[in-house]
């Protein structure tokens, strides 16, 4: 088969909506589009997703557990492009040079094996929820991690987090060696890219353990503390359309990282917090929930956002830290009485009991 320079993994379910856009940003890149292969992994669609997926000329693998992890992990294993970029079906390629960019960053002298996009932003006509969603994940992840991914705001964040060893008008590269906390980076979401072929070679573990692949940017920190943001390269995320969408995210959030923690789990806060042995983060998730019935905390926060962004609609943090730390209290007690909420998708909602 023809060895690809780049290979842009895409899972879906159901993307009839957004995966036209997102197919619509790769085909304007300025990167010869022939070093280019696109791998859709779906999970069992019902729309024309995988129309649109074939009309498009990507190669289309089906993901028999329909869950994103899976089907990311297939197409990390398929993939035959020397880095892989991972977008989601919902995500939106908004400078025509990134790939090109990227590929110029992992040539470079020094050994940059991963690279993140310069935040994102939301797309217009979208919800304010959408831009909260961009730009935290959600309450919880903001109590722990506090970096905004706002495209205006987080290069900014990121330089006085952590320490610039070069930049350019294109990227930035950051040394995160001996820093007390690692921003929370997701590689296999978000348009990152990372060298597949230092991945691979290097945790060969990765081709069987799909929670490994999830957390790609520790397994490559451990090797090579560089870390790249192309600058003026965002994603314009189509996320939740609506509160009542957002609201069963973080449901679905909340139930796979209590009751899913070894497998789909492994992906969100538990996965991470695991890498992070004995960071501050271990005591820290611990204070969530007072901190949300505080009452005091979140306004305080809400406020701060409101007042920085110039934008009230910050003040939902306070009500959306409340319903995440009610929901965190009500999955720990269908846990202790032996209930286990199956997992199909966001927002899921049907209840099975453990079996003894």
């Known amino acids: 088969m023809e060895q690809k320079t780049v290979s842009i993994i895409i899972a879906t379910l159901n993307s009839e909506n957004t995966l036209p ?35 498009n000329r990507a190669r ?13 992990h297939l197409g990390y294993l398929r993939a035959r492009g020397r880095y892989i970029m991972f977008l989601d079906s919902d995500e939106i390629l908004k400078n025509k040079n990134s790939l090109k960019i990227r590929t110029q960053i992992f040539n470079l002298d020094d050994p940059v094996k991963m690279i993140v996009g310069s935040g994102y932003t939301n797309p217009s006509g979208y919800p304010f929820v959408n831009k909260y969603i961009n730009e935290f994940g959600d309450p919880f992840s903001f109590f722990i991690y506090r970096l905004s991914k706002d495209s205006k705001i987080f290069v900014g964040e990121m330089r006085k987090r952590y320490k610039i060893i070069e930049e350019a008008k294109n990227y930035a590269i950051f040394d995160l060696s001996g820093v007390g906390s690692l921003p929370i980076l997701e590689l296999t979401a978000g348009g990152s890219m990372i060298d597949a072929v230092f991945l691979k070679r290097n945790f060969p573990e990765t081709k069987t353990r799909v929670d490994l692949l999830n957390h790609a940017f520790y397994l490559i920190f451990s090797k090579s503390s560089r870390l790249a943001i192309a600058k003026g390269d965002a994603i314009a995320h189509y996320s939740a359309s609506n509160l009542s969408k957002y609201l069963n995210k973080i449901s679905w959030r909340v139930k796979s990282n209590i009751h899913y923690v070894s497998s789909v789990g492994m992906s969100g ?6 890498f992070q042995s004995g960071k501050k983060t271990n005591y820290k998730k611990y204070l969530f929930i007072p901190y949300s019935f505080s009452l005091i905390g979140p306004i305080i926060d809400s406020t701060y956002l409101a007042i920085t962004r110039g934008d009230m609609r910050y003040f939902l943090h306070f009500p959306l830290c409340i319903y995440t730390a009610g929901q965190i209290i009500y999955h720990s007690l269908l846990k202790v009485i032996g209930i ?17």
């Open 21 to 55: 856009l997102v197919f619509e940003s790769i085909k304007k890149q300025t990167f010869p589009q022939k070093l280019i292969e696109v791998i859709v992994v779906d999970g069992g669609s019902t729309d024309r997703t995988l129309f649109i997926a074939r009309k």
């Open 269 to 274: 806060f538990v996965g991470r917090d695991r």
């Open 60 to 72: 289309v693998i089906n993901n028999p557990r329909t869950e994103q992890n899976y089907g990311k």
């Open 340 to 356: 286990k909420p199956k997992l199909l998708s966001y927002g899921g909602n049907e209840l099975i009991r453990v079996k003894n």
